[in-house]
DNA sequence: CTGTTAGCGCTTTCAT
DNA sequence: ATGAAAGCGCTAACAG
């Protein structure tokens, strides 16, 4: 049988309380008593049922969300995740708030954080945007202990507990080396569609998309990147503008949402010019392309993994324990139409 | 306050004995009583708190691995996963055993399969042979009640729970697109090199390769698969041999273990071939060729999931609770040199 | 500073 | 067939 409090208590000639106090860092317990005590578990062995804990202590984990109000697939699809989060909120203790802030604009991040910060929860994750005073910010939190995780997107420069995301600049390589060796060794021009220089995770996928092509694929050159805000509309029209302009594109590579868009422009194009196209996030509309062929390749981060893994961590983190990390960490999905789930 | 049994019992104007009997659906509970209870469970809105009923009775999870006693790489590592499962028991409330047997032995695993079930485990996972009599071996498991899950390799046709591994038909399909593409219009022939066609993942991944090879890629023509039983010796042997006797050879695709070997046979065939290669499962030898180029891309299944799912869903049904269907599905995961974790 | 005691939500004897 | 009461491992008043 696994040793207990009683166990400990006894060994350490002690009652169950003062046993407590010492698991839990309370005060009240003088030097030497605690050090009896911190001898006990240390000899004995003891590791603590933290079901049991959280039984007695009846504690929950209200968990704050904050996310971009943005109208893609991808958002929704996160959203989507978050609300079966908490469909299981009963079973795992939680008690999960989203709020949506309007995207791309640090100032009004800053004043959500702010705001559910002052409801005390036992953890945050956010959908960054890498502004100085978004890390002000999330400093702040984690200086009054609570821990913060940073979801989709990145805040490098700030004391985050964790980051549930991707490595972009991996799939920013990733994407180069796929359409570079797809290519062949045709020479042209690659065209690049994002959504906003402004977010961490799009920017380094460019650098990393870049930087590959630079040194590998030399025979094509990579144009200047199109910003369409993660909007359908826009990114038709950037596109749809682009390829009309150059005549010797070949290559596609779309880092951010809005795929919507980027396909319909891709499609009217589709007789008469022959594309390779990687693009970012597995949904309805990438999917359907990937399939038609109209995408070659679809690069994918798990929403539901990324979310179930903030609460993973978040409920850790407040309780001070260790986490899984090889369970955390969130891998870069490659689709093609024959592995498609 | 979420409801608990308290409050049912006083909705349904019985004891707690009672609506326990009726929630463990123990008999003992005349039919017009049972119905009471389980009208005021359902209005209610009753959910049962798992973590309670495991602290009241004690429970914990014995559970069985069984693996084949194979020397390659990922036999280690999915053996080192389980291992650090292990070290995770206490908090996860499991006892894990593991039983090794020879590989490619359907007899053996038979009888292994038998001697775990008399411990009477609370599930058992198996790395399974495609064989009549482990079905039969199976289902007489899963009929006494014992929760089994089928690890990395399945058994179609049998009733076990679940299934812990990727569609090896699509890693097939998915390893065929890549080493067309990646070969361009390139013509020749492709050389596969497998572990067993005993297995039934080894069999579904060349059954995956060879249809799309035909379909697609028609200028590139599949030699006649090599078995090289995970054996690294073997493997190099057959390799060493099958690239000095056809001249043709373009690409290679090593859908099983073993590929210390393939390695060692590829590198010295570097300097005057220019081979287009995939190959399975990351490991420390893929992994370094990956890098140094000698492999263009790693078809790979994470053996750490694998196992805390099997573990998970071992846990699960013999609970007899849902299980979150995607964090169970097991992903193929694509290595380029870029993406490496 | 330390100990006693009741209780978290559920299960399990043991009576009735 | 049903209920009362004790207890799983831990925490939290409240006394002393």
Do not use: W
């Not at 960054?128 to 910010?137: F, G, K, N, Y």
């Not at 690049?192 to 590998?216: K, N, P, W």
């Amino acid at each position: 049988m696994r040793p207990t409090v009683h166990d400990i208590a006894a060994a350490a000639g002690v009652s169950l309380a003062t046993v407590d106090r010492v698991l839990n860092q309370r005060p009240g317990v003088r030097r030497i008593t605690r050090e009896k005590v911190e001898t006990a578990i240390r000899q004995i062995g003891y590791v603590r049922d933290v079901a049991a804990a959280n039984l007695a202590k009846g504690r929950t984990y209200p968990l704050g969300f904050i996310l971009p109000a943005s109208d893609n697939s991808f958002m929704h699809g996160l959203n989507a995740e978050i609300r079966e989060a908490m469909i299981r909120s009963p079973a795992e203790r939680t008690s999960i708030r989203t709020v949506e802030v309007a995207a791309f604009d640090p100032a009004a991040l800053v004043a959500a954080l702010e705001k559910l910060a002052d409801e005390r929860p036992a953890g945050i994750a956010l959908v960054a945007i890498d502004a100085p005073e978004v890390v002000a910010a999330v400093d702040k939190l984690v200086a009054v202990g609570i821990p913060v995780v940073t979801l989709v997107s990145d805040l490098t420069g700030s004391r985050r507990h964790h980051y549930a995301g991707i490595d972009n600049i991996a799939a920013g390589r990733t994407a180069a080396r796929l359409l570079g060796r797809f290519l062949g060794d045709a020479e042209g021009e690659v065209a690049v569609l994002a959504g906003s220089m402004l977010v961490r995770d799009h920017r380094e996928r460019l650098e990393g998309f870049a930087a590959l092509m630079a040194q590998e694929f030399p025979k094509l050159s990579v144009l200047p990147v199109l910003e369409g805000r993660d909007d359908p509309e826009l990114a038709h029209m950037l596109v749809a503008d682009a390829l009309a302009k150059h005549e010797r594109v070949i290559g596609v590579y779309s880092l951010g949402a809005g795929n919507r868009g980027l396909i319909r422009a891709l499609k009217a194009k589709a007789s008469c010019r022959n594309l390779t196209v990687v693009a970012h996030e597995l949904t309805v509309h990438t999917r359907a392309a990937l399939i038609d062929g109209t995408i070659d390749a679809i690069l994918n981060q798990n929403a539901g993994h990324e979310v179930r893994s903030a609460i993973r961590v978040l409920k850790a983190k407040a309780d001070g324990l260790a986490v899984i990390d090889a369970q955390e960490r969130i891998r870069l999905d490659i689709f093609l139409k024959d592995n498609l789930p």
